[in-house]
């Protein structure tokens, strides 16, 4: 017989009735029901209830077992009685009376208990992944990803795409985030840059003529922690094709993803993804990343407002570049929930939120709230009108320049579709947000910068970049799904003197375009490809079919808020031998 085991602790059924076994496993829970002793013995399969008497040989070893003890024992299955049958797992028939035991790895007292799922602090968890791993649901949630991963793979191959592995040391190249460095040790003052993604390595297999690649990348960003994003590390699933369209690519990466959704999602997945602008989503949704199951779209309301009596939005209208804009919200009119978003708005650092509902009066329907008084009934019907709003409704509304509270204002909607229950949270809605615009003026200096991915092909080509700047779109893409970004791409500038017209604009010399990008810019003198690509991210897609609202429980060993690694120690102070050797001082400041 094997050493360890014959069988793993999920194989096991009324066919091995009488036959003897070996198990190994952990010590999942111990139970004493007077005298006799039952283990839930667990493994990475599953869990088989062992049990011994006092007649049993090894029964004073067992009574010596503790929780997540790692043992092996060998013993004799028997039928459970019919009362005694758990259907809850596949081995629930049956149970191993011990005849032999050994203690392959004592445990100390546990800092958290696997068995069951209570919560302990974060900081606990991370400290002890190993542990934390060896509970169920995060068992299964690591499980669940590389299943995903594995599907990804095969859905990609299918339809021919080849599968590069690009270099993880590279040079330092902005991507929108701050890269972590690597030190020279041969170059001394010298560093290396792990790769915010492989963007420009992908790119150049294109120019070397292959046609369609993937890979499963990881990419390093030194980024400040979210509940969606990690602070230092991810994987995505990084593609690239030549001579594609946008719509290629669109047509492409979409039955990817429906599969992956339809064979791990447990929940309809949205077959229509439509293509908003950039610009809409700003107004519909406050975001460029929207929820969809949330069917409620705000609307630019200013001119009810204009010269009104409500005298905060009409002077503030006076301003260039203000809006006020409103938030439907159907089914909310009452004082009592508008009291609620207030003090929601109130939270968020405003004021409060302005309000009009309706409801029932003496001669029919009426508008109430403060500022149905101030700007008069022939305003309010207007706005009530527009809207599609009746009795039983509300308008929430907010105002200034859009930048400034469109954020808050998505936040206020989804706060108002979830309390009403208008989300239909039993769904996965995905929306590819388009025409994303490549500059926009800083409203301090009024230079003219980069707001988007300043390698897409601007919409027009060079034509575009000899008008006003701010009015240039590019073709860059994004898809969200459920309130997630997922999908992040474009079709790519390939040619060197729009890429050069491009960075001009924004104040980027040729010879710094040269330095900065001089790989990828020297490639494209010799017969670049259009292509275009995307890369969709393992973690978040991982997170949503989980449906975990954190990122942190779909990695196996991620890192705190503060972006260390407690239970291997990271970051730590590196020894003087090592700086010698680097060519290195540390300052660390006071």
Same mark, same amino acid.
């Given at each position: 017989?094997?050493?360890?085991?014959?069988?793993?602790?999920?194989?096991?059924?009324?066919?091995?009735?009488?036959?003897?076994? @070996?198990?190994?496993?952990?010590?999942?829970?111990?139970?004493?029901?007077?005298?006799?002793?039952?283990?839930?013995?667990?493994?990475?399969?599953?869990?088989?209830?062992?049990?011994?008497?006092?007649?049993?040989?090894?029964?004073?070893?067992?009574?010596?077992?503790?929780?997540?003890?790692?043992?092996?024992?060998?013993?004799?299955?028997?039928?459970? $009685?019919?009362?005694?049958?758990?259907?809850?797992?596949?081995?629930?028939?049956?149970?191993?009376?011990?005849?032999?035991?050994?203690?392959?790895?004592?445990?100390?007292?546990?800092?958290?208990?696997?068995?069951?799922?209570?919560?302990?602090?974060?900081?606990? @968890?991370?400290?002890?992944?190993?542990?934390?791993?060896?509970?169920?649901?995060?068992?299964?949630?690591?499980?669940?990803?590389?299943?995903?991963?594995?599907?990804?793979r095969k859905r990609m191959w299918d339809k021919e795409f080849t599968e590069f *592995?690009?270099?993880?040391?590279?040079?330092?190249?902005?991507?929108?985030?701050?890269?972590?460095?690597?030190?020279?040790?041969?170059?001394?003052?010298?560093?290396?840059?792990?790769?915010?993604?492989?963007?420009?390595?992908? *790119?150049?297999?294109?120019?070397?003529?292959?046609?369609?690649?993937?890979?499963?990348?990881?990419?390093?960003?030194?980024?400040?922690?979210?509940?969606?994003?990690?602070?230092?590390?991810?994987?995505?699933?990084?593609?690239?094709?030549?001579?594609?369209?946008?719509?290629?690519?669109?047509?492409?990466?979409?039955?990817?993803?429906?599969?992956?959704?339809?064979?791990?999602?447990?929940?309809?997945? $949205?077959?229509?993804?439509?293509?908003?602008?950039?610009?809409?989503?700003?107004?519909?949704?406050?975001?460029?990343?929207?929820?969809?199951?949330?069917?409620?779209?705000?609307?630019?309301?200013?001119?009810?407002?204009?010269?009104?009596?409500?005298?905060?939005?009409?002077?503030?209208?006076?301003?260039?570049?203000?809006?006020?804009?409103?938030?439907?919200?159907?089914?909310?009119?009452?004082?009592?929930?508008?009291?609620?978003?207030?003090?929601?708005?109130?939270?968020?650092?405003?004021?409060?939120?302005?309000?009009?509902?309706?409801?029932?009066?003496?001669?029919?329907?009426?508008?109430?709230?403060?500022?149905?008084?101030?700007?008069?009934?022939?305003?309010?019907?207007?706005?009530?009108?527009?809207?599609?709003?009746?009795?039983?409704d509300a308008a929430f509304f907010l105002g200034g320049k859009p930048k400034t509270?469109?954020?808050?204002?998505?936040?206020?909607?989804?706060?108002?579709?979830?309390?009403?229950?208008?989300?239909?949270?039993?769904?996965?809605?995905?929306?590819?947000?388009?025409?994303?615009?490549?500059?926009?003026?800083?409203?301090?200096?009024?230079?003219?910068?980069?707001?988007?991915?300043?390698?897409?092909?601007?919409?027009?080509?060079?034509?575009?970049?000899?008008?006003?700047?701010?009015?240039?779109?590019?073709?860059?893409? $994004?898809?969200?799904?459920?309130?997630?970004?997922?999908?992040?791409?474009?079709?790519?500038?390939?040619?060197?003197?729009?890429?050069?017209?491009?960075?001009?604009?924004?104040?980027?010399?040729?010879?710094?375009?040269?330095?900065?990008?001089?790989?990828?810019?020297?490639?494209?003198?010799?017969?670049?490809?259009?292509?275009?690509?995307?890369?969709?991210?393992?973690?978040?897609?991982?997170?949503?079919?989980?449906?975990?609202?954190?990122?942190?429980?779909?990695?196996?060993?991620?890192?705190?808020?503060?972006?260390?690694?407690?239970?291997?120690?990271?970051?730590?102070?590196?020894?003087?031998?090592?700086?010698?050797e680097l060519s290195l001082r540390v300052a660390v400041p006071d």
């Amino acid at each position: 017989m094997h050493p360890y085991r014959s069988h793993t602790c999920a194989a096991l059924s009324t066919a091995n009735v009488g036959q003897p076994v @070996r198990l190994s496993g952990w010590v999942h829970r111990v139970r004493d029901h007077g005298g006799l002793l039952f283990i839930d013995l667990r493994d990475h399969y599953g869990i088989t209830q062992v049990l011994a008497d006092p007649d049993s040989p090894a029964f004073k070893q067992v009574e010596s077992v503790r929780s997540e003890w790692c043992i092996r024992i060998d013993g004799v299955v028997k039928a459970r $009685d019919a009362a005694l049958v758990n259907p809850k797992i596949p081995t629930g028939a049956i149970e191993v009376f011990i005849q032999d035991i050994e203690i392959l790895g004592a445990s100390d007292e546990l800092p958290l208990m696997v068995f069951g799922e209570q919560e302990y602090p974060e900081e606990t @968890r991370l400290k002890y992944r190993f542990l934390d791993l060896r509970r169920e649901k995060l068992h299964n949630n690591i499980m669940l990803r590389s299943k995903v991963v594995a599907s990804i793979r095969k859905r990609m191959w299918d339809k021919e795409f080849t599968e590069f *592995q690009t270099p993880i040391i590279t040079a330092s190249s902005p991507e929108g985030a701050r890269d972590f460095l690597v030190p020279s040790r041969l170059h001394p003052g010298k560093f290396y840059a792990l790769p915010q993604a492989p963007q420009q390595f992908k *790119q150049l297999i294109m120019v070397s003529g292959f046609d369609k690649y993937f890979q499963i990348a990881p990419c390093f960003r030194d980024e400040d922690p979210r509940a969606d994003r990690s602070p230092t590390d991810f994987y995505q699933l990084d593609l690239e094709m030549s001579f594609v369209t946008q719509q290629d690519v669109f047509d492409t990466i979409q039955p990817v993803l429906t599969g992956l959704f339809d064979e791990f999602g447990g929940r309809p997945v $949205d077959q229509d993804w439509p293509q908003i602008s950039y610009r809409d989503a700003a107004l519909w949704y406050g975001t460029d990343k929207p929820d969809l199951r949330n069917p409620i779209k705000m609307q630019i309301v200013s001119e009810h407002f204009a010269g009104s009596g409500f005298a905060i939005f009409a002077k503030m209208l006076e301003q260039d570049g203000t809006q006020i804009r409103a938030i439907p919200a159907p089914g909310g009119g009452s004082r009592k929930f508008c009291d609620r978003m207030n003090a929601f708005a109130q939270k968020e650092g405003l004021p409060g939120m302005g309000y009009i509902f309706w409801r029932d009066g003496a001669d029919g329907m009426e508008a109430a709230g403060p500022l149905a008084k101030n700007i008069g009934p022939e305003r309010t019907e207007a706005i009530r009108q527009q809207l599609g709003l009746g009795v039983g409704d509300a308008a929430f509304f907010l105002g200034g320049k859009p930048k400034t509270f469109e954020a808050v204002a998505g936040r206020a909607r989804m706060e108002i579709g979830n309390e009403l229950g208008l989300t239909d949270k039993n769904r996965f809605a995905f929306a590819w947000i388009v025409d994303f615009p490549i500059y926009e003026k800083d409203a301090e200096t009024g230079k003219i910068d980069f707001e988007h991915n300043p390698f897409s092909m601007p919409q027009g080509g060079m034509e575009a970049l000899e008008g006003d700047p701010l009015k240039v779109l590019g073709y860059q893409y $994004d898809l969200a799904c459920n309130g997630y970004e997922l999908v992040s791409g474009a079709i790519r500038n390939h040619k060197p003197e729009i890429m050069f017209k491009a960075f001009e604009i924004a104040g980027y010399g040729k010879d710094e375009v040269e330095k900065r990008f001089g790989g990828m810019v020297n490639a494209f003198k010799y017969g670049a490809p259009p292509h275009g690509g995307c890369a969709a991210g393992i973690d978040r897609i991982v997170m949503l079919l989980a449906d975990e609202a954190n990122i942190r429980e779909v990695i196996m060993f991620p890192m705190n808020q503060r972006a260390e690694d407690l239970m291997m120690g990271a970051p730590s102070e590196p020894m003087n031998e090592q700086l010698r050797e680097l060519s290195l001082r540390v300052a660390v400041p006071d």
